[in-house]
């Protein structure tokens, strides 16, 4: 009788311990899997993602340079983010004076400007924000009269609002004008605003990267710069910048948009 039930209490070991096996067996396939789909889904979307972000990283970031929004050449001075004075250390270049940082670099763009038409000059670069002033209300002025050269060239008079308004197209109240920086130029063959032939302006254009420059009112720019094309006005913003803005065709506050802080 003891050996019966000894042998029942062995078999009933057995099948217990045999169905644990089983149960062990079943949760741990099921924890597997259940782990698999996840990591799996995640990494569908994750490459996703990818897919969907590396056009935009490819074509506008790759090459991006290792620039700030902070650093001293792309200091933003326009209707929207007036400066007050900067009184920047200057030093005298082609009879103008500009910031004495870039004074080795104009030299050389000056320079490689002349080699493609002799008569390109230096016309303005350094004003002081009083002198910006003085020279905005005299634009005002003759706008207002509809003198002779200005937008409103019927010999009618127009109110100051109207004046201001079409002054603003090509130049800038005191305070808003990168002039007061020290780092932009005018430079042309001529002393008059697009006036300098076309193929001129296009050659200067493309050499001016190479030494740190871009034209800062580019036809088709005025969404971005409030001001209409300027065919004269350069600014120094640094070879590396220069060149990536050149490439991607970016106005300097298309660029910033870009960069940190």
Known sequence: MQRQTKTRKLKKGRVLGGLFVVLTFIFLCVLAVSK??????KEATSSNKTALSSPKSENEKSDLPEAHQSDWNLILVNRAHPKEELFPHLTTVGGVQVDSRIAEELEKFLAAAQAIDPSEHLISA???VAYQEQLFNSYV???MAG?????NNTGQPISREE????????SQPAGSSEHQTGLAVDISTVD??????????AELRKIAPNYGFI??????GKSSTGVDYEDWHFRYVGIDN????AKHKLTLEEYLKLLPQ
């Open 163 to 170: 004046a201001e308004n079409n002054v603003k197209t090509y």
């Open 192 to 201: 008059a605003l697009n006036q300098s032939p076309k193929d001129v302006v």
């Open 126 to 128: 350094y004003r002081s």
């Open 215 to 220: 034209l800062r009112f580019p036809e088709g």
């Open 242 to 245: 220069a060149k990536y803005m």
């Open 147 to 151: 003198a002779a050269g200005s937008l």
């Open 36 to 41: 698999l789909k996840p990591q799996g889904t």
């Open 141 to 143: 002025e003759r706008e």
